[in-house]
């Protein structure tokens, strides 16, 4: 169950897992997400859907390896077996035909961006694409984006490729132009997409946000996934993971998130000394 | 043996309640807050047997009615007093298929012992028949002597159920039907089975050893189990009956949602629903901090708020896992409280401070939102209200600071939306509960519900007791 069929390592970080898991792949529709385990003893964390491909019963996860769970699940190889998956959790995005979109994705989060993007091209939406990473490194899903975007705009932090700049400047200017875009998604870091929603504000253009919160059962049982969003408490896991940017508390959810972050930072220590400790004995 | 117990036949009925209450062996409370072992250790042979033996075998037995399973209680006990204990679990479990669970976790006080002649005349229902404690033993006594035995299953019948949780009232309607040779696929949402009796009460009170040999008992049955598939998520509840060809299905998903106070500061950092907080420590076992990758939050000072079991559960969790100072605050006196009378017992022993009569209205954070302490009010009892308790009525001007740096709110859950979101068919009420008939159909044919997503929040007992309706309808259906 489970089995990883295909792995790809797509940057220093980055991994792109193809998994067989047909119950999944039949019910699973953009915007959704998994969680798995990996070890007996391992947490539960959630992942948003890359890929899916019904037909061949088949998921896609594209991952950082930012913590423990994601270095073990890093450490997996093609034909091992994830510990448990399930899913898919979360609501879909609502897919409708508006106009124009633009699709931001940051770092990681181009992933579960490029779904959403491919859906709502496929309604018949005009696609606009803004893509931005730390390094020419670290973009992913490039190509892919560039076979359905009608646009594609490109930002480094550092300028080794494209655009150097954060991909609000590029997002501004979208919502400064005469025709401004009737619909914004955005996807990534928390940081980033409190940008998108703040550079949005003024133009008033609806701008959706997908949150990756601190989760344990995703069916709404457990509540440590809520936001605050227009005041109000809400669960990621059953009334997400997708809300208004414009209502979301992105600090309080900022600062939930950090809520092991000691912890954790010291899981993440320890998983690259011993991936240094296991270099040097392999020479 | 020193002692040599009385022949049961002998007995006289002064004789039996002269026989002094015999009290359950527990570890002792200054060893047992640094280990998540069981409190309570089980009666012994000579214990059980003079328990046994102080049940007057009254014709009326209140105790039966009082029982959610209507096990015959004066039958099993009187085995036990007679020395036969496979007879006396052979006779529980007629009726009921989770006693090592029944007997440690079913409020007894106030069901199967409240009525109890003996109490009765003794005036103090503490001094009832330990009816739970002897159930507990019986089925500590078969699982210990290796006798444990699946119950039969008829011939197959080529029809199909579905029974989606397995926690207490699946347990009882996967294994009520599929005895009658009907094919049963057990859905679970998490990756272990057994849903509130693994991650919700702890280990020091139910080891999950238990649960998890009840549930090889479904296995062997022949009994198909299914983990991580969410139903309403994996798969529409409609797809089900529509095209995966099951016959009928139970809805045991459980309670779900947990309730929150609404009050200003209830998503700082440092503060969990008592869902949260428990299925940390117990589902991913984060007590076990060496082991688990499950973080569990560092505390000092925690405030639990609620008076029910599952705030007990938490607290005396808390104190477990190195809490310096573990604070319950419940806004109506001991009496009202909904926990068990045992567990309060319990926590006070553990050194869980007891506010009573006082309720949050706020809690208070740092600047990076983490949680430093709670500003509380104090209340006094009024008039009654609908639930026939005491009404507190608030004081004001009376708030007071408490420090803290973790806040557990257990004041219940609102039931799961998942499987209501996507059956639009099913008829819920105002609280999300699923509405079912005293047959415990819903308002979908062929589908039945049961436990906490039917009742709100309740106990394994009840949950169990709504599987047997349940099943005994799905058996009726299916002929």
Known sequence: MNKIIEKQQLSDEVFRLKIEAALIARECLPGQFIILQVAEDGERIPLTIADSDQKEGTITLIFQTVGKTTHLLAELHERDDILNLVGPLGKPTHVEKVGTVVCVGGGIGVAPLYPIARAMKIIGNKLVVIIGARNKDLIILEDEMKLIADEIIICTDDGSYGRKALVTAPLKEACEEREKPDLVIAIGPPVMMKFCAETTRPYKVPTVVSLNTIMIDGTGMCGGCRVIVGGETRFVCVDGPEFDGHLVDFNNMMQRLGSYKKREDKDHEQCHLEIAAKKKANG | ?479
Not at chain 2, 21 to 41: G, K, S
Not at chain 2, 146 to 170: F, L, Q, R
Not at chain 2, 210 to 228: A, F, P, Q, S
Not at chain 2, 230 to 255: C, N, P, Q, W
């Open chain 2, 1 to 479: 043996m020193d002692k040599i117990l009385p022949d049961n036949k002998d007995l006289k009925p002064k004789d039996r309640m002269a026989i002094p209450a015999q009290e359950m062996p527990l570890q002792d409370p200054v060893e047992r807050v640094d280990n998540m072992q069981e409190v309570a250790l089980g009666y012994t042979q000579e214990q059980a047997q003079l328990e046994a033996m102080r049940c007057i075998q009254c014709k009326s037995s209140p105790c039966i009615a009082g029982c959610p399973v209507q096990i015959d209680i004066p039958g099993f006990i009187k085995a036990i007093a007679d020395g036969e204990n496979k007879l006396a679990i052979d006779i529980i479990k007629k009726n009921s298929l989770l006693p090592a669970v029944c007997g440690r976790v079913c409020p007894q006080e106030t069901q199967c012992q409240a009525p109890c002649t003996v109490g009765k005349s003794l005036k103090d229902v503490n001094k009832a028949v330990s009816i739970g404690r002897l159930e507990r033993y019986v089925a500590d006594w078969e699982r210990d002597h290796a006798m444990v035995s699946a119950p039969k299953v008829e011939k197959e019948t080529g029809k199909k159920v579905a029974v989606i949780g397995s926690g207490p009232a699946s347990i009882t309607v996967a294994a009520d039907v599929r005895r009658e040779g009907h094919s049963v696929t057990m859905f679970e949402a998490f990756h272990k089975t057994g849903g509130v009796m693994v991650y919700g009460i702890p280990e020091f009170r139910l080891p999950k050893k238990i649960v998890h040999e009840e549930i090889d008992i479904l296995k062997t049955m022949g009994i198909e189990i299914k983990r991580n598939f969410v139903v309403g998520r994996t798969r529409k509840l409609a797809d089900f009956i529509e095209k995966d060809g099951f016959d009928a299905v139970f809805i045991g998903a459980g309670a779900g949602l947990p309730r929150f106070m609404n009050i200003e500061g209830e998503n700082l950092v440092g503060v969990f629903s008592a869902n949260e907080y428990l299925t940390r420590a117990n589902l991913m076992r984060a007590y076990d901090k060496d082991k688990a990758h499950t973080p569990m939050f560092d505390s000092r000072k925690v405030g639990v708020l609620g008076g029910g079991n599952v705030a007990m559960d938490a607290a005396r969790m808390a104190v477990r896992l190195g809490a310096e100072e573990v604070h319950l605050i419940y806004r109506r006196t001991e009496v009202e409280m909904p926990a068990r009378v045992e567990e309060v017992h319990h926590a006070r022993e553990e050194g869980v401070i007891f506010h009573l009569l006082e309720n949050a209205k706020s809690i208070i954070g740092d600047e990076n939102g983490h949680v430093i302490a709670m500003e509380c009010l104090r209340y006094e009892l009024g008039e009654p209200d609908d639930s026939g308790r005491r009404r507190p009525v608030v004081i004001n001007g009376s708030e007071f600071i408490i420090d803290l740096d973790t806040v557990i709110v257990a004041i219940g859950n609102d039931s799961n939306p998942l499987i209501k979101q996507t059956t639009p068919d099913l008829e819920t009420n105002k609280w999300g509960n699923i509405v079912v008939d005293e047959k415990c159909k819903t308002s979908i044919d062929g589908i039945y519900a049961g436990g906490d997503i039917v009742l709100g929040a309740a106990t394994v007992i009840l949950a169990m007791g709504q599987g047997r309706t349940a099943a005994k309808s799905i058996n009726e259906y299916l002929e």
